[in-house]
């Protein structure tokens, strides 16, 4: 069965900083990992999706990058901003989605 | 262009009861997945709808069940309310089975 874990559960930085969100899945048979972004009450945000080929996605401030064979991605933010507070959510496809319980960032200005 | 919308956005029960959440997907999209967020989780995966049929299920019990309309639009219902029932429930459609979905905001069930 897979599992996906989050680390940290939460993280507060000051504004500017660079970080790192980290996954970790324990099924390599994955067809794509995928992080999301979430607001308090509201749905998902799409922000970056790896296929299972493909090691690394970019867009604008934000990279991740994907070793399946780990079992590992991480989400790399630049330049953080207090707009970037929200939590943030990976999520593994194989037959269904499985998401992590996501990690709680505040960027303090 | 219209995203998924659902509705309503918040919904009150009591224990026993039975409701019925909506979701219409985005303009083009024809599947529709739909998922339980309990305080503080990740969505956990409900059951996944294409050409009107349950394509496939999570780990959730009978008494959550679905249908999807001619148009693409899709319905979950949930019977005999738990407690533990209280959660956030996305819904999310894609243009095909197995492409990237896109998430409506959701709809607060809280059981008293």
């Known amino acids: 069965k897979q599992e996906v874990t989050q680390i940290p559960a939460a993280l507060s930085v000051p504004e500017g900083e660079n970080l790192v969100l980290n996954c970790s899945f324990t099924?390599?048979?994955?067809?794509?990992l995928q992080w999301f972004r979430q607001d308090p009450g509201k749905g998902l945000t799409s922000l970056l999706l790896?296929?299972?080929?493909?090691r690394e996605q970019t867009s604008g401030r934000l990279n991740a990058s994907l070793d399946k064979s780990s079992g590992r991605s991480t989400l790399y933010i630049a330049a953080s901003q207090p707009g970037d507070s929200a939590t943030y959510l990976c999520?593994?496809?194989?037959?269904?989605?499985?998401f992590g319980a996501g990690t709680r960032l505040t960027v303090k200005p | 262009d219209a995203g998924v919308t659902q509705s309503p956005t918040h919904l009150i029960k009591t224990r026993g009861q039975q409701v019925t959440l909506r979701c219409s997907p985005k303009?083009?999209?024809?599947?529709v997945s739909w998922y339980q967020q309990a305080l503080g989780q990740g969505p956990q995966f409900i059951f996944q709808?294409?050409?009107?049929?349950?394509?496939q299920r999570g780990n959730f019990p009978d008494r959550f069940s679905g249908h999807q309309f001619p148009n693409y639009s899709s319905e979950l219902n949930v019977n005999a309310l738990l407690l533990g029932d209280s959660a956030l429930y996305l819904c999310?459609?894609?243009?095909?089975?197995?492409?990237?979905?896109?998430f409506g905001d959701g709809t607060r069930l809280s059981i008293l």
């Open positions: 999310a459609s894609s243009r095909g089975p197995d492409q990237p979905q896109h």
């Open positions: 099924d390599s048979a994955i067809y794509n």
């Open positions: 790896i296929q299972s080929s493909q």
């Open positions: 999520a593994v496809e194989n037959n269904d989605m499985r």
């Open positions: 303009s083009g999209h024809d599947t």
């Open positions: 709808y294409y050409e009107e049929e349950e394509r």
